[in-house]
């Protein structure tokens, strides 16, 4: 349950920005915890999943405040990255902690695009990082996609969708919806699904071929080819 003043974080960290638009960005992360999707290959797991992880030692409730000062004083506090998890699931919270950063702090939320976000938030949010799921998620359509969301969203006129991808049948299970949704095919991205270096090596190659194909950009995962996905980094 959201609520004012305090927020759960699973983590956070100081690294690079590994997918998307901005990547190779010196960041600080700021991981909140829970979500409402279950995805079969989410590499996160710790921030919901409470039949693997202790919700006990995976989450701690600070205050807005506290999480402010701390993210001031990060070496990368001008480019801050708000991730989960699902992080709109906490938006009163999420509200004050934005507005006690000052204006030039760069903000980007990452969002799998089923929750709208209250206004506040959208005036205040420099990019957003939308990842709408496809059904190598495992997830039924119902709960992965929300329309009223994702045009929301596009309407900021600062938001990227970043789709996470297998094979060539998920570009084509993905270019209805980017139809219906008018996206522009320049603020798409494709990400390998891939949570370890060799993963990666495999499906890389395949999604560059894919967007080349298709008119859209592909994403990197640094983070997994750096450090194979390790947590915190």
């Known amino acids: 349950m959201s609520e004012r003043g305090w927020l759960r974080i699973s983590e956070i960290f100081e690294s690079i920005q590994g997918e998307g638009a901005s990547a190779g960005v010196p ?18 797991r710790y921030t919901w999943d409470w039949s693997r ?10 205050e807005v405040d506290a999480v402010a000062r701390r993210l001031l004083a990060a070496d990368a506090a001008s480019h801050v990255v708000v991730t989960g ?93 980017l139809d219906e949704l008018g996206w522009p095919r320049d603020r798409v991205l494709l990400m390998p699904q891939a949570s370890s270096r060799e993963a990666l090596s495999e499906r890389a190659p395949v999604v560059l071929r894919l967007a080349g194909e298709h008119g ?6 640094l983070h997994v080819e750096r450090w194979g996905g390790r947590r915190g980094v």
């Open 27 to 44: 960041s600080v992360f700021v991981r909140l915890a829970t979500c409402n999707l279950r995805c079969a290959w989410c590499d996160t």
């Open 53 to 62: 992880y202790d919700y006990g030692k995976e989450v701690t409730r600070v």
């Open 85 to 177: 998890g699902e992080p709109l699931l906490q938006q009163p919270a999420l509200v004050e902690l934005l507005a006690a950063l000052p204006g030039e702090r760069h903000v980007e939320i990452e969002t799998n695009g089923t929750l709208t976000p209250v206004d506040e938030l959208t005036r205040r949010v420099d990019q957003w990082n939308v990842s709408p799921k496809l059904g190598n998620s495992g997830e039924p359509h119902e709960r992965r996609i929300a329309l009223a969301a994702l045009r929301a969203f596009l309407a900021t006129g600062r938001a990227w969708l970043k789709l996470v991808i297998e094979s060539s049948e998920d570009v084509a299970e993905a270019r209805p919806l």
């Open 216 to 221: 859209f950009r592909a994403s990197p995962r």
